[in-house]
């Protein structure tokens, strides 16, 4: 990333816009995203891993507190064999225009997400599926 880059995005992180998920293993960060979220919409800039689905760590309990939160698109830029593993969808132009100006139009949730969304990334659907993956961990055989 450029240093012009970098800049913008720390000015648009203390302005509210730019966000980040991260995912951490032993104290070290390993994967992640950043990007900017407008109304209702984040806008995915880029993702990264260290590790094996460190990206993926990240990113899906990111999307699930999105939903709570009221967000109704999550855009990635590109379409990729990577998004659709996530259960990212390709929506047709019009339906995607639609759906961005109605998300647009909610209310702007600046400021740092920490602190906006109390526990976050925990969320419903992340508490769900931590549960579940947690009961089906205690009820599997030891190899």
Request: charged letters at 20%.
């Amino acid at each position: 990333i450029q240093d012009d880059m970098v800049d913008a995005y720390e000015t648009l992180h203390e302005l509210g816009y730019a966000h980040s998920a991260e995912a951490w293993l032993d104290g070290e960060l390993v994967g992640g995203l950043y990007g900017i979220a407008l109304g209702r919409v984040f806008f995915g800039e880029s993702m990264f891993s260290q590790k094996d689905d460190a990206s993926k760590a990240a990113f899906i309990p990111l999307v699930l507190r999105l939903i709570d939160e009221g967000f109704s698109l999550v855009d990635s830029q590109v379409y990729t064999d990577h998004v659709a593993k996530l259960g990212g969808v390709e929506l047709p132009r019009s339906a995607y225009l639609e759906t961005l100006g109605l998300a647009l139009l909610q209310p702007q949730r600046l400021g740092n997400w920490s602190t906006l969304f109390p526990g976050f990334p925990s969320s419903t659907g992340y508490d769900r599926l931590m549960a579940a993956s947690m009961s089906r961990a205690a009820i599997a055989p030891n190899p």
